[in-house]
C-alpha cells in the first residue's frame, strides 16, 4: 500500500479543540464534581450520554444501510462511498459505544451484563447485535481495503441482517419499556429504522461533499454530481417520513387517554422542552434542511452538505428530546392528579455531558482525516 504524509487541516484543529473540551468535562467527572458533573438524577436517570449513544448508533446503522446500496444491492453510483461509508460506521459504533461506557462509569458493568445474560431483554441483545455488527464492520472494512470484494460482499450481506435486526431491536429497548408510558408500544422500532435513513444519508452527503472536491477528478465530475443529488433526494425523502412519524406520535399521544402520554407529548411541544424541539429539532433539523434542499433542486453539492450539518445537528436535539420524554412525568403520579396539575421531571444537560458528546465528534473527525491522508479511500466507477 501506498505510503502518505499526514496532512493536517482545519479539521484536525476543530477536533483536537473538541477532544481538549472532552478532557476538561472527563477531569471534572472523575477527579472533581464526580456523580454532581452529570445532570441525571433518580428521577430522571438516562440523560445526554443515553441520547448521544442512540445518535451515533443509529447514525452508524444508518450510513451502513445507505453505504449498502453499493455493496449489498449494486447500485453503482454508491460503489465510490463504499470504504469512506464503512470507516464512517465503523468510528460511528466506536463513539456509540464509548459514550455508553462513561455513561455507566464502570466499564466493567457491561462484562457482569455477558456473564448473567437475560435472554429476554433487549438491552442484551443491544449488546450482542451492535459487537457482532462492529466485528463485521472491521471485517468488511479490511476486505474492500484489500479489494476482495467478493469476501466483501458476503460479509456484507450478513451485516445487512445484523444491522436490521440492531436497530429495530434498539427501538424495543425503548418500547418494551413499559413504566414509561410515552416510549411504550411499536412506534420507537419503526422510528428508528427511519431516523436511521436520515442520518445515513446526512452522513454520507456530508462525507461525499468533502472528500469529492480533492479525490473526484474531473472526468468524474458528472458521476458526483448524480450521487449527490441521489443522496439529496434520499435524505429529503426520509426528512419527510420522519417528520410525518414525528407529526402521527406528538398526535396520538395529545389525544391520548393515558394522562402521563399526554402530559408527555404537552411537556414537548409547549412545556420545557419546547424550544429545543420546535427551534432545533424541527425548524433546524427538519424544516431548513427541506428547504435548501428544495430551493436547491438537489443540484448544489455545497448546500446539501450544509442540509446535512443541519440534519444531525437537528437529529441529536431529537434523541435528547425523545429520551428526556419518556421520562419528564414522574412515575407515581396518577391521572387524577395529572389532571389537575402538570408536574414535570426537571433534566438540562450539564457542560460536562456536551463536551463528551462532543469529544466523541472530535474523535470520529480526527480520525477520519488521517484516514483521508493514509489511506486510498477511493473507489472508482
Given at each position: 500500500?501506498?505510503?502518505?504524509?499526514?496532512?493536517?487541516?482545519?479539521?484536525?484543529?476543530?477536533?483536537?479543540?473538541?477532544?481538549?473540551?472532552?478532557?476538561?468535562?472527563?477531569?471534572?467527572?472523575?477527579?472533581?464534581?464526580?456523580?454532581?458533573?452529570?445532570?441525571?438524577?433518580?428521577?430522571?436517570?438516562?440523560?445526554?450520554?443515553?441520547?448521544?449513544?442512540?445518535?451515533?448508533?443509529?447514525?452508524?446503522?444508518?450510513?451502513?444501510?445507505?453505504?449498502?446500496?453499493?455493496?449489498?444491492?449494486?447500485?453503482?453510483?454508491?460503489?465510490?462511498?463504499?470504504?469512506?461509508?464503512?470507516?464512517?460506521?465503523?468510528?460511528?459504533?466506536?463513539?456509540?459505544?464509548?459514550?455508553?461506557?462513561?455513561?455507566?462509569?464502570?466499564?466493567?458493568?457491561?462484562?457482569?451484563?455477558?456473564?448473567?445474560?437475560?435472554?429476554?431483554?433487549?438491552?442484551?441483545?443491544?449488546?450482542?447485535?451492535?459487537?457482532?455488527?462492529?466485528?463485521?464492520?472491521?471485517?468488511?472494512?479490511?476486505?474492500?481495503?484489500?479489494?476482495?470484494?467478493?469476501?466483501?460482499?458476503?460479509?456484507?450481506?450478513?451485516?445487512?441482517?445484523?444491522?436490521?435486526?440492531?436497530?429495530?431491536?434498539?427501538?424495543?429497548?425503548?418500547?418494551?419499556t413499559t413504566t414509561r408510558s410515552f416510549w411504550d408500544?411499536?412506534?420507537?422500532?419503526?422510528?428508528?429504522?427511519?431516523?436511521?435513513?436520515?442520518?445515513?444519508?446526512?452522513?454520507?452527503?456530508?462525507?461525499h461533499y468533502l472528500s469529492g472536491k480533492e479525490s473526484?477528478?474531473?472526468?468524474?465530475?458528472?458521476?458526483?454530481?448524480?450521487?449527490?443529488?441521489?443522496?439529496?433526494?434520499?435524505?429529503?425523502?426520509?426528512?419527510?417520513?420522519?417528520?410525518?412519524?414525528?407529526?402521527?406520535?406528538?398526535?396520538?399521544?395529545?389525544?391520548?387517554?393515558?394522562?402521563?402520554?399526554?402530559?408527555?407529548?404537552?411537556?414537548?411541544?409547549?412545556?420545557?422542552?419546547?424550544?429545543?424541539?420546535?427551534?432545533?429539532?424541527?425548524?433546524?433539523?427538519?424544516?431548513?434542511?427541506?428547504?435548501?434542499?428544495?430551493?436547491?433542486?438537489?443540484?448544489?453539492?455545497?448546500?446539501?452538505?450544509?442540509?446535512?450539518?443541519?440534519?444531525?445537528?437537528?437529529?441529536?436535539?431529537?434523541?435528547?428530546?425523545?429520551?428526556?420524554?419518556?421520562?419528564?412525568?414522574?412515575?407515581?403520579?396518577?391521572?387524577?392528579?395529572?389532571?389537575?396539575?402538570?408536574?414535570?421531571?426537571?433534566?438540562?444537560?450539564?457542560?460536562?455531558?456536551?463536551?463528551?458528546?462532543?469529544?466523541?465528534?472530535?474523535?470520529?473527525?480526527?480520525?477520519?482525516?488521517?484516514?483521508?491522508?493514509?489511506?486510498?479511500?477511493?473507489?472508482?466507477?
Amino acid at each position: 500500500m501506498e505510503k502518505r504524509k499526514y496532512r493536517r487541516s482545519i479539521w484536525t484543529y476543530v477536533s483536537l479543540l473538541l477532544l481538549a473540551f472532552a478532557v476538561a468535562g472527563s477531569i471534572n467527572k472523575y477527579l472533581i464534581s464526580g456523580e454532581h458533573a452529570f445532570g441525571v438524577s433518580p428521577d430522571v436517570p438516562w440523560g445526554a450520554l443515553i441520547s448521544g449513544y442512540v445518535f451515533f448508533a443509529v447514525a452508524a446503522t444508518g450510513t451502513g444501510l445507505v453505504g449498502s446500496l453499493g455493496h449489498v444491492f449494486r447500485i453503482r453510483k454508491f460503489e465510490v462511498l463504499s470504504k469512506r461509508a464503512l470507516l464512517a460506521s465503523i468510528l460511528l459504533l466506536l463513539a456509540a459505544f464509548i459514550v455508553l461506557a462513561v455513561e455507566l462509569s464502570n466499564p466493567f458493568k457491561m462484562v457482569y451484563l455477558l456473564l448473567s445474560p437475560n435472554l429476554s431483554s433487549p438491552i442484551l441483545w443491544m449488546g450482542v447485535f451492535y459487537g457482532f455488527y462492529l466485528v463485521l464492520l472491521f471485517g468488511e472494512f479490511f476486505f474492500t481495503m484489500k479489494d476482495n470484494h467478493k469476501a466483501a460482499t458476503g460479509i456484507a450481506y450478513v451485516s445487512l441482517v445484523v444491522k436490521l435486526s440492531a436497530i429495530i431491536n434498539l427501538g424495543r429497548v425503548f418500547g418494551f419499556t413499559t413504566t414509561r408510558s410515552f416510549w411504550d408500544g411499536y412506534y420507537y422500532p419503526a422510528y428508528m429504522v427511519v431516523s436511521a435513513v436520515v442520518s445515513g444519508a446526512a452522513v454520507l452527503t456530508i462525507i461525499h461533499y468533502l472528500s469529492g472536491k480533492e479525490s473526484l477528478g474531473s472526468s468524474q465530475n458528472a458521476q458526483g454530481k448524480d450521487l449527490a443529488r441521489t443522496l439529496s433526494q434520499i435524505l429529503a425523502g426520509g426528512l419527510l417520513v420522519f417528520a410525518l412519524f414525528q407529526a402521527i406520535k406528538v398526535g396520538t399521544s395529545l389525544g391520548s387517554g393515558n394522562q402521563a402520554v399526554a402530559q408527555a407529548a404537552q411537556a414537548l411541544i409547549s412545556g420545557p422542552m419546547a424550544v429545543p424541539f420546535w427551534l432545533m429539532e424541527v425548524l433546524v433539523g427538519i424544516v431548513a434542511p427541506l428547504l435548501i434542499l428544495y430551493r436547491s433542486k438537489f443540484s448544489s453539492p455545497g448546500l446539501s452538505f450544509w442540509a446535512g450539518i443541519l440534519t444531525m445537528l437537528g437529529l441529536l436535539f431529537s434523541r435528547l428530546d425523545f429520551v428526556y420524554a419518556g421520562q419528564v412525568v414522574p412515575l407515581q403520579i396518577t391521572d387524577a392528579a395529572a389532571k389537575a396539575v402538570h408536574v414535570f421531571n426537571a433534566y438540562a444537560p450539564t457542560w460536562s455531558e456536551w463536551s463528551l458528546i462532543m469529544g466523541a465528534v472530535g474523535l470520529i473527525i480526527l480520525v477520519f482525516d488521517y484516514a483521508e491522508s493514509k489511506l486510498s479511500l477511493d473507489s472508482h466507477y
